[in-house]
């Protein structure tokens, strides 16, 4: 059994090596070579939709947009108390201390070395000038005017611009304005022709449009961001004009003054915040829109400041509760507080209680609207302003004036106050309004005596020791003349009644409902 099972094997691996022999025949005969398959795999390539490059933009623009280094003259006095960061000043190290000679020694080279430098003219180490900030511009002119933050160059006395390419130049203060964090530095290219950009219809801008940053992050020189339009209309609460785009294009330390541009290489905006808790870019950051930044940079580089309109008025939003207290149809418009004494606005008839609802026929959205669009306009221009006043709509014309230098063309905080010390009070409840009131010191108003932590009025702001000076634009006097003006509001359908508050602060209108109880 054994054999047999062997003479099968031998007679199967003769057949086996006989047909293999008669393949290799075959194949020699034919030329027909046999196919064998490769044991290495192509590289990867994916057949996929390629995202637009932005690098068409970034060669284009990249010339006009400068690192902006800051220079101050620091006084080296402040430093010599603790010159190596030892935390205390080297003269109060003890004699034997091993370092005590040395310091004594390199403080005397440093003396000659100042008195060498006043022989050969240089400036007294009183007067050197160190960097203190960083920060990005660009061209905005081929003559070398350069736009950029004003909070990065208003601690300067010296400024020195870096081009993309690393050439560096001088550059002198022609203007700047706080207002709306914008400044201009002005090179001397002795002929030399620059790179600039121009400025984007930015009301074409739409949210989710691609943008590219370009800046000095850190220091580090010429570098690009890209994202997309993440909001307008921003208000961040850094003054009276705000206006800004969002981006989600990073924007660091640094990037302060430099443009984003659409993709046409336009600029859209002048980067100049970022909302963060770490001090990075968390993808909020924040643009001066360029149609507010062409017009200021014109004045700058005309005469070096910026003349605005000036109304002079306080003012405060409409909220719901104040649109129904006065019977609008909408909480839009700004709620005059006071004019001031000689303003234009006095002059013309605005008063205290008024809401500027339009200028010049075009509706006003809030307090920020009417700020920015009077500040817009050439002081002495004569506008149109239309008034809500006592449940009717008029118009007066208004003859702008200058705004005063560093005062605020309006006022939007209506929650800041100040106790005043409580006044004699009548126990006089109006309880309905969570209030106890009683005659004032001088005679005018109402004096404030209770607020219910409960009641509409606590929740509001109002507090003890501020006035009544008026209901619904009516002046007060007493507990009386105040559920009076109620009644008749309670008459005419309204279910919230207007106050007016006065404190150490300034004055102020509050809206409160009438149809409790």
Do not use: C
């Not at 530095?185 to 400025?199: A, H, P």
């Not at 009644?487 to 404190?503: C, M, N, P, V």
Request: hydrophobic fraction near 35%; aromatic fraction near 6%; glycine fraction near 12%.
């Amino acid at each position: 059994m054994f054999r047999n099972i062997k003479d099968t094997l031998s007679r199967s691996t003769a057949m086996k090596a006989s047909v293999v022999a008669g393949l290799a025949v075959a194949a020699l005969a034919t030329g027909v070579p046999a196919q064998v398959s490769s044991s290495y795999a192509d590289a990867v390539n994916v057949q996929a939709p390629q995202v637009p490059s932005f690098a068409n933009v970034v060669d284009a623009v990249s010339p006009a947009v400068v690192s902006v280094r800051v220079e101050s003259r620091i006084n080296p006095v402040a430093d010599e108390d603790d010159s190596f960061g030892l935390g205390r000043g080297f003269d109060e190290l003890p004699d034997d201390h091993p370092l005590k000679k040395f310091f004594k020694q390199f403080q005397q080279q440093q003396g000659r070395n100042q008195q060498q430098g006043q022989q050969k003219g240089q400036p007294d180490s009183k007067g050197h000038l160190r960097p203190v900030a960083q920060g990005s511009g660009f061209f905005v002119s081929e003559d070398g005017y350069i736009v950029t933050n004003n909070h990065v160059v208003s601690d300067g006395a010296a400024f020195v611009v870096i081009l993309n390419d690393g050439t560096e130049f001088d550059a002198k203060l022609v203007g700047k304005d706080s207002r709306t964090d914008l400044a201009v530095l002005k090179v001397d290219g002795k002929g030399k022709k620059f790179t600039y950009v121009n400025w984007a219809d930015d009301e074409k801008v739409r949210v989710g449009d691609w943008v590219v940053a370009v800046g000095n992050p850190f220091g580090l020189g010429g570098t690009v961001t890209a994202g997309i339009v993440s909001a307008r209309g921003r208000d961040i609460h850094s003054g009276p004009y705000d206006d800004y785009i969002q981006i989600d294009a990073p924007v660091n330390k640094g990037n302060s003054g430099g443009p984003t541009f659409n993709l046409n290489g336009q600029v859209v905006g002048i980067n100049t915040a970022i909302f963060s808790q770490s001090g990075g870019s968390v993808g909020i950051a924040f643009a001066i829109p360029a149609t507010t930044a062409k017009d200021v940079v014109a004045d700058l580089i005309k005469s070096g400041t910026v003349s605005r309109g000036w109304l002079g008025v306080q003012i405060q939003p409409v909220t719901k509760d104040i649109a129904e207290s006065l019977g609008l149809s909408e909480p839009s418009g700004a709620l005059v507080v006071s004019p001031q004494d000689g303003s234009p606005g006095q002059k013309a008839g605005i008063k205290n209680g008024d809401v500027v609802t339009a200028v010049n026929g075009e509706p006003v959205k809030d307090p920020r609207d009417l700020a920015r669009r009077i500040g817009a306009m050439q002081p002495g221009a004569k506008v149109d302003v239309s008034l809500w006043r006592a449940g009717k709509s008029q118009s007066v014309t208004v003859e702008l004036g200058t705004l005063p230098a560093e005062q605020s063309q309006a006022s939007n905080d209506d929650n800041s106050q100040q106790s005043q010390p409580q006044q004699p009070s009548s126990e006089k409840a109006l309880a309905d309004l969570g209030l106890t009131v009683g005659p004032s010191d001088d005679g005018k108003g109402v004096a404030i005596t209770g607020v219910d932590p409960d009641s509409d009025a606590a929740d509001k702001g109002v507090k003890e020791g501020e006035k009544i000076t008026s209901v619904n634009n009516q002046e007060v006097s007493n507990a009386g003349d105040i559920a009076k003006v109620i009644d008749q509001a309670k008459k005419d359908g309204r279910t919230r009644a207007l106050f007016q508050i006065q404190s150490g602060d300034g004055s102020r209108f509050v809206a409160l409902p009438i149809n409790a109880g």
